[in-house]
């Protein structure tokens, strides 16, 4: 399967703990985003990627969230002290450039107890 | 207010109806996706496109640029495809940075 990969798929945790999440884009892909969705609502920028580059950061991304896109590969976002108000699917894009298409991984649904 | 509307919210058609899904934006853009999100997350990009029309089996997208308006069609809809489908947008603003979303349309079609 050459698609976007996200794993692990589900994470329930405690308030409190850390969490990472991780994206694997299409091999070739340049630009590499993270969005969050809840319940009922469409999904919100988190933050993008081109290459290693980090070029954008939503107001949604508070101090506790941090992601990395080591050697414009694979995409880390790890979420510290996680409250109950991080509950939510947190999905995983990447495009060949900017205002290409964008293909999706499957997200990582995350519930924090 | 959001800057992407789509309606309906919530569809039920008959297996077999031709389906209209609505997506209005108030400023302007580079491009608009359709996707679909079935249950448990997964969204398919189903278009991109910037101008005129599209095609894809039985699914069909327009935009009118001057009128900030797309419209995704289903011709001879199937139960398999209920589903979510969501419009996003790249802003001019954002110069395609990221997209931005639509709440999403809930259509269920009834065998």
């Known amino acids: 399967d050459t698609g976007v990969s996200q794993d692990p798929r589900h994470k329930i945790t405690k308030r409190g703990q850390n969490v990472t999440f991780r994206c694997d884009p299409i091999s070739e892909h340049n630009r590499l985003y993270w969005y969050r969705q809840t319940l009922g609502q469409g999904p919100e920028f988190l933050t993008y990627f081109q290459n290693e580059a980090q070029l954008e950061k939503s107001r949604l991304l508070s101090d506790r969230f941090s992601a990395e896109r080591p050697k414009g590969s694979f995409s880390t976002l790890e979420i510290q002290r996680t409250e109950q108000g991080d509950s939510a699917m947190y999905l995983c894009?990447?495009?060949?450039?900017?205002?290409?298409?964008?293909?999706f991984g499957p997200g990582t649904r995350l519930t924090v107890t | 207010k959001n800057e992407v509307e789509q309606s309906p919210q919530n569809l039920t058609a008959q297996e077999g109806e031709f389906i209209t899904i609505n997506c209005s934006y108030s400023v302007g853009i580079s491009a608009l996706h359709w996707l679909q999100q079935h249950p448990g997350g997964g969204i398919v990009s189903l278009f991109m496109l910037s101008s005129g029309k599209k095609k894809h089996g039985r699914l069909i997208a327009t935009i009118n640029i001057q009128e900030k308006h797309s419209s995704l069609h289903i011709t001879a809809s199937h139960p398999r495809d209920s589903a979510v489908y969501i419009c996003?947008?790249?802003?001019?603003?954002?110069?395609?940075?990221?997209?931005?979303f639509g709440e999403g349309t809930q259509l269920t079609v009834n065998p």
């Open positions: 996003a947008v790249y802003l001019r603003e954002t110069s395609g940075s990221r997209l931005t």
């Open positions: 894009a990447s495009s060949l450039a900017g205002l290409d298409e964008q293909y």
